[in-house]
């Protein structure tokens, strides 16, 4: 049975930064890249970045500004994503997706699995 079961976020401040990690378990990992989507209220689910499990190569949307960085942990099966300089617009539910990576006016994945999700919530 595949689990992505993502952790962190919360309330932070503007300005502040947050961690978030996702943890996979059941996937054999060689055969998938890794990302993270967001969603903010009323709004659609946006790629925010992926990272190829083998080579470790990143890949992030294209609104995406350098406040983000994607990273991994081959040994726990662990993805995260770091946030920096938060703001306001920045609250969304954030979800960990397990697919292939794929470029079609930008990058984003063809996700076979997703997270449950975890709320970031900025406050201003």
């Known amino acids: 049975q595949v689990q992505l079961v993502e952790s962190g976020g919360g309330l932070v401040q503007t300005g502040g930064s947050t961690r978030l990690s996702c943890v996979a378990s059941?996937?054999?990992?060689?055969?998938?890249?890794m990302g993270w989507y967001r969603q903010a209220p009323g709004k659609e689910r946006e790629f925010v970045a992926a990272?190829?499990?083998?080579?470790?190569?990143?890949y992030y949307g294209d609104s995406m500004d350098g406040r983000f960085t994607i990273s991994r942990d081959n040994a726990e099966n662990t993805m995260y994503l770091q946030v920096s300089n938060l703001a306001p617009e920045d609250t969304a539910v954030f979800y960990c997706a397990a697919g292939n990576l794929l470029y079609k006016q930008g990058w984003g994945l063809t996700v076979d699995y997703w997270g449950q999700g975890t709320q970031v919530t900025v406050s201003s």
């Open positions: 990272i190829n499990w083998n080579s470790g190569r990143t």
């Open positions: 059941g996937l054999t990992m060689s055969m998938y890249s």
